[in-house]
DNA sequence: ATTTATGCAAAATCTTTGCATCAAC
DNA sequence: GTTGATGCAAAGATTTTGCATAAAT
């Protein structure tokens, strides 16, 4: 009989979140880790859904606004999160999925929803070429109904 | 000889105003033509480009600032007006050219541009109906530099 | 006469700033 | 020990509201 060996093997899953990979960033380029940033950074990779500043200054309470708003200009700045303009000229806040992308904002649950179409990128382009204009960014959101509140309605 | 017969015709080419349009308009759906009304909608039809919330208070200098806000929400509820939000978060206004159109918003100049893209349009609604979207509405804005901009750049 | 619109000033929002203190590196 | 970050409270900036008065229909 052959001797057997016993191989025994650990996977961890780890779930890299929000707050640590901005963490990381954060600090390769400079910026302290501290634990009032960290709890923000926390609270916003936490969120369900699209936040308001309002919002994700009462989930860190213990945090001064100013440091909230500081830290969120930072992380737009550094797209690490993006802003999404409503009609009524007030903004969402949300963890940028992919890239580059547009926005389905649903007026009744105020979900939003991203996507992306490389058509509408290149004709976006080209409008902009036609007219001379150097391009460096563009907004697109769509407004109503998403697919529950539709049927709600 | 035959008897002659002058014949003068009067040709009066009337520049209707956005001020006329507009107060006519709103006169229409009840709403009553007052001096300060007026005076807004004059200031509005006049701004050689886009404007801020500010640049039209100080136009109207007698005029009270409820008023001026009232009547900027006044026309865009009504679409005679139309609100192009910036990157940074403020506005500007603009009377709308066309029906629905998108903005080049110029990051040096603040020069808007209105253009029109039935491709974009398509594409957009399509994106929305794939994704079981009621769409009702939706603003694109491209960012960069105007021609006159970026020459001198 | 009715009813809408106005102006004012106060209130409500929303965001930034100055500065002494604290914490990270 | 340096330097950046924080909290606080005050200052700014922006928009809305209540209400008595004025003006339009």
Redesign the interface.
Not at 131 to 147: K, N, P, T, V
């Given at each position: 009989m052959p001797p057997s060996v016993a191989i025994r093997c650990f996977v961890t899953i780890e779930t890299v979140t929000f707050a640590d990979t901005a963490s990381s960033r954060l600090e390769l380029i400079g910026f302290r880790s501290t634990a009032p940033r960290r709890a923000v950074l926390n609270a916003i990779g936490n969120a369900p859904g699209p936040f308001t500043v309002e919002d994700l200054l009462s989930e860190v309470p213990g945090v001064g606004r100013a440091t909230v708003f500081r830290t969120i200009k930072l992380l737009l700045e550094l797209d690490m999160m993006c802003?999404v303009?409503l009609?009524d000229?007030t903004?969402r806040y949300q963890v940028s999925e992919g890239d580059h992308h547009?926005h389905?904002v649903?007026?009744t649950c105020g979900s939003l929803?991203e996507?992306n179409?490389p058509?509408?990128d290149a004709?976006?382009a080209e409008?902009?070429r036609t007219?001379?204009?150097?391009?460096?960014?563009?907004?697109?959101?769509?407004?109503?109904?998403?697919?529950s509140c539709?049927r709600t309605a």
């Open positions: 802003r303009p009609e000229g903004a547009h389905l649903c007026r929803t996507f179409d058509e509408i004709r976006i409008q902009a007219r001379g204009f150097a391009l460096q960014g563009h907004s697109l959101e769509l407004y109503g109904l998403c697919q539709r």
